[in-house]
T-cell receptor, first 112, second 117 residues
Framework: GDSVTQMEGPVTLSEEAFLTINCTYTATGYPSLFWYVQYPGEGLQLLLKATKADDKGSNKGFEATYRKETTSFHLEKGSVQVSDSAVYFCALSLRGYQKVTFGIGTKLQVIP | DVKVTQSSRYLVKRTGEKVFLECVQDMDHENMFWYRQDPGLGLRLIYFSYDVKMKEKGDIPEGYSVSREKKERFSLILESASTNQTSMYLC????????????????FGPGTRLTVL
C-alpha cells in the first residue's frame, strides 16, 4: 500500500540553524506530495505542496523538491526561528482518490 | 478562509458512555474526514465521507461510527467509549479534486482531546 516514512524526532536545533527533515514515500500511482505543519494546540495546516516530479514547493522560507527518482520530498529551511517549533507531517495523495496518507510527524524544537 | 470547527477542545467521558464529536465546515466541501492522532502513530483515518449520507471506512473504524445528514456537518460517534479511545481527534474537509494536476488539500479543525476514564 501507499506509505510515507519520516523520522519522529524530536529534532532540536538552535535558532538560525539549517533544517532538513527527510521524507520518503511509496505509492502505487503518481502522487501529489505535501508538507503540513501543526503548531502547539492547533490542527494541521498545509505548508507547501508539489504535484509533479521536479516541482519545488515553497512557503515561509521552507522548501521541498519532488524527487521521483529517489521517491523523496525532504523539507528544508536555511535559518529556523523559535516560532518554527511545531510538528511537521509529510503526506501524499493519489490523483482521483480523496484520501491523504500521512507520515507519523516530526517534532521540531528550536531553542534560542 | 475555510473554517473547520469542532464542538469541544477537551472532553472527559467514562468507559461505556456514548460520545458524540461534532465537526462543521463552512466552505461547501464535499469531503470530510475523521482522524485520530497518537504519539508515534501519526494520523490514522477513522472514517471519511464524500457526500451527504455517504461514508467509507478508513484504516481504524472499529468502535466508531459516523453520521453525515448535512453537507457541512460530520459527526463521529463512539458507541461505547473505552480507555483505548483516549486520543486527539481531528476533523478535516476538502474539495473533491478534479482534473489533471488537482490536489486534495485538507483543512483541519483544532482537534478534540478526548480522555476516557
Amino acid at each position: 500500500g501507499d506509505s510515507v516514512t519520516q523520522m519522529e524526532g524530536p529534532v532540536t536545533l538552535s535558532e538560525e540553524a539549517f533544517l532538513t527533515i527527510n521524507c520518503t514515500y511509496t505509492a502505487t500511482g503518481y502522487p501529489s506530495l505535501f508538507w503540513y505543519v501543526q503548531y502547539p494546540g492547533e490542527g494541521l495546516q498545509l505548508l507547501l505542496k508539489a504535484t509533479k516530479a521536479d516541482d519545488k514547493g515553497s512557503n515561509k522560507g521552507f522548501e521541498a523538491t519532488y524527487r521521483k527518482e529517489t521517491t523523496s520530498f525532504h523539507l528544508e529551511k536555511g535559518s529556523v526561528q523559535v516560532s518554527d517549533s511545531a510538528v511537521y507531517f509529510c503526506a501524499l495523495s493519489l490523483r482521483g482518490y480523496q484520501k491523504v496518507t500521512f507520515g507519523i510527524g516530526t517534532k521540531l524544537q528550536v531553542i534560542p | 478562509d475555510v473554517k473547520v470547527t469542532q464542538s469541544s477542545r477537551y472532553l472527559v467521558k467514562r468507559t461505556g458512555e456514548k460520545v458524540f464529536l461534532e465537526c462543521v465546515q463552512d466552505m461547501d466541501h464535499e469531503n470530510m474526514f475523521w482522524y485520530r492522532q497518537d504519539p508515534g502513530l501519526g494520523l490514522r483515518l477513522i472514517y471519511f465521507s464524500y457526500d451527504v449520507k455517504m461514508k467509507e471506512k478508513g484504516d481504524i473504524p472499529e468502535g466508531y461510527s459516523v453520521s453525515r445528514e448535512k453537507k457541512e456537518r460530520f459527526s463521529l460517534i463512539l458507541e461505547s467509549a473505552s480507555t483505548n479511545q483516549t486520543s486527539m481527534y481531528l476533523c478535516a474537509s476538502s474539495l473533491i479534486g478534479r482534473g489533471q494536476g488537482s490536489y486534495n488539500e485538507q483543512f483541519f479543525g483544532p482537534g478534540t482531546r478526548l480522555t476516557v476514564l
